[in-house]
């Protein structure tokens, strides 16, 4: 099992880029998240999605954030345009939506993350 | 109000110790999940434990163990004989039935292990 990849790794861009984060999740796995992490506001959720459906959006920032999932493999997380306050690590996690109780049906798995810097 | 709260922002423990992490969370919902997750300086965030609302026992794996205290809200970590390897952050998270899939973190705690 490769685990859940992300590409870049590393992003540096200039302020109004277009920005783009993909993630590939386990397979087998049917939610896909999206976190951003910073310093002063720690891990925040941006969107998850259900068998390929946004759930909840209600953490994206604002209309530059949108986020897509095409197929159960593949989603993306675009920023447009970019701002130097988007500056973050940008982890996307995936996992099953199996019961609650059942522990190992719900463990987020998580990827590297994408660390995003905006000049 | 926060859901999750993790008081300590950073501790310091001596190799081999124990030290125990603080979680505190407030949830209505009667069916909900608690997990911890380690992230070291790499950045990787890594599952360590889980603990089911209706679980009668306190989970553990390994070094770890969750001393969950239902009626006071508290799912605070463990970790027995600490290594060099556990300086690390540690965030403690949620998972309410009602709130689907969502998985709502603490603010973490930084741990430096001593040698």
């Known amino acids: 099992d490769a685990g859940v990849i992300q590409s870049p790794r590393h992003e540096v861009t200039e302020m109004g880029q277009e920005v783009t984060l993909r993630c590939k999740p386990i397979s087998g796995h049917n939610s896909l998240f999206w976190y951003r992490q910073t310093m002063m506001r720690g891990l925040e959720l941006l969107i998850y999605f259900n068998n390929n459906v946004p759930i909840d959006d209600s953490g994206m920032p604002e209309d530059r954030f949108s986020a897509k999932m095409p197929n159960a493999s593949f989603s993306t997380l675009k920023i447009q345009p970019s701002e130097p306050r988007d500056s973050a690590v940008y982890f996307c996690?995936?996992?099953?939506?199996?019961?609650?109780?059942?522990?190992?049906?719900?463990?987020?798995?998580f990827g590297a993350g994408s660390r995003l810097t905006v000049l | 109000a926060q859901k999750i709260t993790q008081t300590q922002p950073g501790m310091f423990v001596q190799e081999k110790e124990a030290v125990t992490l603080d979680c505190t969370y407030d949830t209505s919902d009667p069916s909900y999940g608690l997990f911890w997750y380690k992230q070291p300086s790499s950045g990787e965030m890594i599952f360590l434990i889980y603990q089911g609302s209706y679980d009668q026992q306190n989970a553990t794996e390994g070094r770890y163990s969750l001393n969950f205290q239902k009626a006071r809200k508290s799912a605070n970590l463990v970790i027995s004989a600490s290594q060099l390897g556990d300086s690390a952050m540690y965030f403690c998270?949620?998972?309410?039935?009602?709130?689907?899939?969502?998985?709502?973190f603490g603010g973490g705690t930084r741990v430096l292990v001593k040698p």
């Open positions: 998270a949620m998972r309410e039935r009602a709130a689907g899939n969502k998985l709502t």
């Open positions: 996690a995936s996992s099953r939506q199996g019961i609650l109780e059942l522990a190992g049906a719900n463990v987020l798995t």
